[in-house]
């Protein structure tokens, strides 16, 4: 969640972030109102509970005949004490519920507005040109014999789907390829967990206003997760990280199925696998020093740039505006890559910086200096995923329907140069 302390020192920095995503500003009085009600009942309760353990030391000391009298106010003022822990309690279920109502705050310098009020930071590589009609991925999957819809559909209904023969091994390989880099880069590959419990998936913020996207599982109170984000935010929970050397950060490859409902998406990216309800990814996450946050989305976007780049897609990165962000990011970029029979670009990547939101709601803190405990920062950021095979095949399809394979997928596909129809 937010800092409270931030809401009690600055609220009008919080009122501009909810402003820029277009969201409840007056919520920041009722958390400011709430957290001031809190502290007044905690107040209050320790007074009471310190004089009730004054009293209880003068009962002790007190004479025989008096101590009856003296236990009666001792038994009024327990009450007393009880009543004034039960209102503290209700105070901070109320902070609590209002606080977390509130997003995280977004850095300065990223983009008000929605979903189109993005900003292009820089486009990246040539738009492939073809000299005929090229087929859209689902046609060359089709036709290629690896990606099988209408059998997906008949198994499970919309928006699933079979990778067949070279189709699961291209995504097998592309899979790999980020796996390996990733651990060149520092990273320690997980295979995570896909059920998480509700208090894993409500600290990483895909509840609430996200709540509609996630699959449940009623009779097990657990969650289906929609990227491996969340059992590795959850990962850390309730620890105390070591980040004495602020430089230093823990980093992992989280590989996993992952599931989405689409519940907002209907009629919307039904043909092929780009809008689908189960796919897998490679997602980096990072639990650094708050200082260092900045520096580490940098660095995840570049590991992106050049997974992309070396796969030989055009795209570009944007600045995604304030009102687009979710619940946890402060930051976010998106890469997008050309889908030539679409004309236009689609998002193949997500870095967002969660600065220290997740951490607080997740108790992952590291020791400072003076000895205490702060949260950590946490980012995460997609290096390869089933939906980038559509950008694959439309950008390097030739005019008889086959698809040249990307020079780094091959070694990964036993030299598979050019994907041939079965």
């Known amino acids: 969640m937010i800092d409270p302390q931030l809401l009690r020192d600055n609220p009008d920095v919080i009122k501009a972030s909810q402003q820029a995503r277009g969201a409840s500003v007056a919520v920041v009085d009722e958390a400011v109102a709430a957290d001031s009600a809190r502290r007044s009942a905690i107040t209050s309760f320790e007074s009471l509970r310190a004089e009730q353990n004054a009293f209880g030391k003068t009962v002790a000391k007190a004479p025989k005949d008096e101590k009856a009298a003296l236990v009666q106010q001792a038994q009024a003022l327990a009450a007393q004490v009880k009543e004034a822990q039960a209102t503290v309690t209700a105070a901070e279920d109320t902070f609590n519920t209002v606080v977390r109502g509130i997003p995280n705050v977004v850095l300065p310098g990223v983009p008000e507005g929605g979903e189109d009020d993005f900003v292009t930071l820089r486009t990246v590589g040539t738009k492939p040109a073809f000299d005929f009609e090229p087929k859209d991925h689902a046609d060359l999957g089709e036709h290629l014999g690896i990606i099988d819809i209408p059998r997906g559909v008949k198994v499970s209904g919309s928006r699933f ?87 230093a950060a823990h980093r992992y490859a989280g590989w996993s199925t992952c599931y989405r409902r689409e519940a907002g998406s209907a009629g919307k990216d039904n043909r092929g696998i780009l809008r689908v309800h189960q796919f897998n990814k490679l997602e980096m996450f990072a639990y650094v020093h708050p200082d260092q946050a900045e520096a580490e989305h940098e660095r995840l976007v570049a590991h992106q740039e050049q997974m992309l780049q070396d796969l030989g897609l055009h795209y570009r990165v944007i600045d995604v505006a304030a009102g687009d962000l979710g619940t946890s990011a402060a930051k976010k970029y998106d ?37 205490k405990t702060a949260p950590v920062a946490t980012l995460n950021g997609t290096l390869a995923t089933t939906r980038w095979i559509v950008a694959i095949l439309e950008t390097h399809q030739q005019a008889d329907g086959s698809v040249v394979v990307p020079e780094v997928l091959r070694p990964y596909l036993g030299g598979v140069e050019v994907i041939e129809p079965r």
């Open 161 to 247: 789907y079979f990778l067949r023969g070279m189709g699961a091994r291209l995504e097998i390989a592309l899979m790999s390829l980020g796996l390996d880099r990733a651990v060149a880069a520092g990273f320690e590959p997980l295979i995570t967990p896909t059920l998480v419990r509700p208090e894993t998936m409500a600290g990483t913020g895909f509840l609430g206003e996200h709540a509609a996207e996630v699959y449940r599982l009623e009779a097990d109170d657990l969650y289906l997760t929609g990227t491996s984000e969340v059992a590795l935010a959850g990962f850390h929970a309730d620890e105390i990280l070591d980040l004495a050397d602020p430089s």
């Open 335 to 371: 890469i997008e890559a050309w889908v030539p029979t679409q004309g236009t670009f689609r998002e193949l990547t997500s870095t967002s910086n969660c600065t220290t939101f997740q951490a607080r709601r997740l108790d992952i803190r590291y020791r400072t200096e003076s000895g």
